[in-house]
Structure formats: structure tokens, C-alpha cells
């Protein structure tokens, strides 16, 4: 079946990059998302990467996608205390159920 | 609408009472997603509706929990006889399935069963 995983935590210092992984199980996945949710709040799409990719850069995110592992990360340069929420990996897409995972506590300190 | 609403925001009953939480999705968004979230735990898929296909209620806990979508937009979770563990956030989320599908998600609802 579809599986996603994902470390549960990360801790950086504010100004350092933060690197988030995310292994998935679906080879046929058209699409690869990154959402953020900050607490109290519903999830926010970051960036999404269509699988044919190896690379999306978007401002401070790249998102580095190895379709042979089945790795996805996600990399956030020069790290900011309003940075810190729980990010979120998902598999799937073009009319798919997407799949997420359990989520990665970023937090950022100064 | 500029999104996806959920209401009530915070709902709290008692054990055994039925509930129904409310979702508004983003207009002209054909397909919808119910989800949970429980405290420290990823996202739960529940059901999921696409246009006028039947309904995808594989991730239905149990036949406590229903959900229908009328005439295509605003959308109902119902939970039957709650119990304390059904406490969650519930979360909706509606999307084009054109292109990229990307989910919209709502605010949740914070249901707590007492």
C-alpha cells in the first residue's frame, strides 16, 4: 500500500538551512507536496514538484526529489523563527488520493 | 468564497451524542477530502468525494461516522454516539483534480467528546 515517512523532528538555529526528508512508496505518484501547518491552523501548501523533476526552487525553498529512492526533501535556507510549524510530506495527485505523512515538528531556535 | 470554512471552529459534547461538523469548499472545486488529526499524529484520511462518483469511505473508522456532499459543494461529517476517542481535529480540504490537484485545506473543527 501507499506509505509516506517522515523523522518527527528537527531543530535548527534561526539563520541555519533546514533540511526535512520524506520517503514515500508509490512509484506512480504524478505529484509530491510539501504543506506547512502552523499551530491552531489548517495545512498550507509550501511547493508541489511534479514527478518528472529532480529539483524545484521557490524563494528560500528548494525541493530535491530522487525518484529512484522514492526520497523527497525539502530544504529551507536561512531559517526564521516564523518558520517553526509541523511540515508535511505528501504522495499523489492528477485526480489521486493523496497520501500524507505523520509530519516533521521544525523547531527553530535563536 | 476565498477558501475552504469549516464550522463550528471548537465543538464539545458529551459521550454518546451525535455531531455533525460542516465543510465549504473553495467553488468549483470538484473534489473534497474529510480528514483527522489527532493530537501529535499525521493526517487520518476519512472519505473522499469526487464529482458524482460514490463516494471513497475506506478510511472510515467505523459506521458511527457518515459524510455526504449535497448537490456537489458543502459537505457534512456525522458522528454518531461519539466516544472520548473520536476527539481530533477534523479537517477538510477541497481541490480541482485538474493539473497539480492541490488540496485547500479548511481551518478544522476541534471536536472534544467529554
Known amino acids: 500500500g501507499e506509505d509516506v515517512e517522515q523523522s518527527l523532528f528537527l531543530s535548527v538555529r534561526e539563520g541555519d538551512s533546514s533540511v526535512i526528508n520524506c520517503t514515500y512508496t508509490?512509484?506512480?505518484?504524478?505529484?509530491l507536496y510539501w504543506y506547512k501547518q502552523e499551530p491552531g491552523a489548517g495545512l498550507q501548501l509550501l511547493t508541489y514538484?511534479?514527478?518528472?523533476?529532480d529539483m524545484k526552487q521557490d524563494q528560500r525553498l528548494t525541493v530535491l526529489l530522487n525518484k529512484k529512492d522514492k526520497h523527497l526533501s525539502l530544504r529551507i535556507a536561512d531559517t526564521q523563527t516564523g518558520d517553526s510549524a509541523i511540515y508535511f510530506c505528501a504522495q499523489g495527485g492528477g485526480g489521486n488520493k493523496l497520501t500524507f505523512g505523520t509530519g516533521t515538528q521544525l523547531k527553530v531556535e535563536l | 468564497g476565498a477558501g475552504v470554512s469549516q464550522s463550528p471552529s471548537n465543538k464539545v459534547t458529551e459521550k454518546g451524542k451525535d455531531v455533525e461538523l460542516r465543510c465549504d469548499p473553495i467553488?468549483?472545486?470538484?473534489?473534497l477530502y474529510w480528514y483527522r488529526q489527532s493530537l501529535g499524529q499525521g493526517l487520518e484520511f476519512l472519505i473522499y468525494?469526487?464529482?458524482?462518483?460514490?463516494?471513497?469511505k475506506s478510511g472510515l473508522p467505523s459506521d458511527r461516522f457518515s459524510a455526504e456532499r449535497t448537490g456537489g459543494s458543502v459537505s457534512t461529517l456525522t458522528i454518531q454516539r461519539t466516544q472520548q476517542e473520536d476527539s481530533a481535529v477534523y479537517l477538510c480540504?477541497?481541490?480541482?483534480?485538474?493539473?497539480?490537484?492541490?488540496?485547500?485545506f479548511g481551518p478544522g473543527t476541534r471536536l472534544t467528546v467529554l
Open positions: 467553488s468549483g472545486h470538484t473534489a
Open positions: 468525494f469526487q464529482g458524482n462518483s460514490a463516494p471513497d
Open positions: 508509490d512509484s506512480s505518484s504524478t505529484y
Open positions: 514538484i511534479f514527478s518528472n523533476m
Open positions: 480540504a477541497s481541490f480541482k483534480t485538474s493539473g497539480p490537484g492541490t488540496q485547500y
